[in-house]
């Protein structure tokens, strides 16, 4: 029997799939992170294959049954790092049809089922995706947490915190932020917090996941975190607007947001305003991989065999 592969390597986790033709899951498995930008490129390579080899094993399949694959790696853009993650790939032996592209394509078809539109992805970071029915593509946003990820979680949480130092000193209006803050990172005060974050003992993931407070201090009714987390929605609103006229989307374009931030409904009525159609996202990354992979072999999933893949991935134990 042939399968294909899709495979998700993101900041976290790394997934892998083996599905047929008539959408079900043959093998599944999950590994460490597999962005090379982070880990390097022979780390992520190797976490790779082994979520690979592990989702083949349990299928009690080898490499040769595999008719396409697709691996949506985090931190792959340019034609070198591309090349570079292909040599460390083809230790899986994979002989027929598979394809490298970035996490952002993989969550791009797994929101829109392989379809056209724009994906918004607002997680610790944030980037836009637009797609046509011509297959081209661009991307907004995503240069990284240094200069950009505006409207994600790593971004949201430092203005949170900002403005709960402003708060404190009375540069600017009183938040519940300062409070919200000592609690979640269990300090006594917020020069002890900016103290750890500037020795380095509080990494990125830990300080992005205060976005989740910001987002709660919102809505209960906190001014200031309402403000930030409406500005969040307006980065990534502006991002995709970008991405969908670098494609000459128009009106009707569908826009699905994904990601741990969970800022679906603060775009909605934006998103309306400039022409979108917000949609839910169909399915997760991995799936949308395993669409790829098909494609990459010549293969379109039928309606059936998506609605029994996403079935069998909701169900899963």
């Given at each position: ?28 498995a999950d590994a460490g992170p597999g962005n090379a930008q982070a880990v ?5 390579g190797a976490t790779v294959r082994a979520a690979a080899n592990v ?263």
């Amino acid at each position: 029997m042939a399968f294909f592969l899709g495979v998700d390597a993101g900041g976290t986790k790394t997934r892998a799939v083996l599905v047929d033709a008539a959408g079900r899951i043959a093998g599944a498995a999950d590994a460490g992170p597999g962005n090379a930008q982070a880990v390097g490129v022979d780390v992520a390579g190797a976490t790779v294959r082994a979520a690979a080899n592990v989702a083949l094993a349990r299928a009690g399949a080898g490499a040769d049954a595999v008719r396409g694959a697709f691996f949506g790696l985090a931190g792959v853009r340019t034609p070198e790092e591309r090349a570079a993650l292909a040599a460390e790939l083809s230790g899986l032996g994979l002989g027929r049809a598979w394809e490298i592209g970035s996490d952002l394509d993989a969550a791009h078809a797994g929101a829109l089922a392989g379809g056209p539109g724009v994906v918004v992805i607002a997680g610790t970071g944030s980037a836009a995706l637009a797609r046509n029915a011509a297959g081209q593509t661009a991307q907004a946003g995503g240069w990284g947490w240094l200069v950009d990820d505006c409207g994600g979680g790593y971004w949201l949480a430092l203005r949170g915190l900002a403005a709960a130092c402003e708060g404190e000193d009375g540069r600017g209006p009183a938040t519940a932020l300062g409070a919200r803050a000592m609690a979640f990172f269990e300090v006594s005060g917020l020069r002890e917090l900016l103290r750890e974050l500037h020795a380095g003992r509080r990494d990125r993931a830990a300080v992005a996941a205060f976005a989740r407070e910001v987002r709660t201090a919102a809505s209960v009714g906190d001014p200031v975190a309402l403000r930030l987390v409406r500005a969040a929605a307006d980065e990534l609103l502006r991002m995709s607007v970008a991405a969908r006229l670098r494609v000459g989307g128009g009106e009707g374009f569908p826009l699905a947001v994904t990601g741990g931030l969970g800022l679906g409904g603060e775009l909605v009525e934006g998103a309306r305003r400039e022409g979108f159609v917000p949609v839910e996202p169909w399915g997760e990354p991995v799936l949308g991989a395993v669409l790829r992979a098909a494609q990459s072999a010549g293969v379109v999933l039928d309606a059936a065999a998506r609605v029994a893949l996403l079935a069998a991935w909701n169900n899963r134990a």
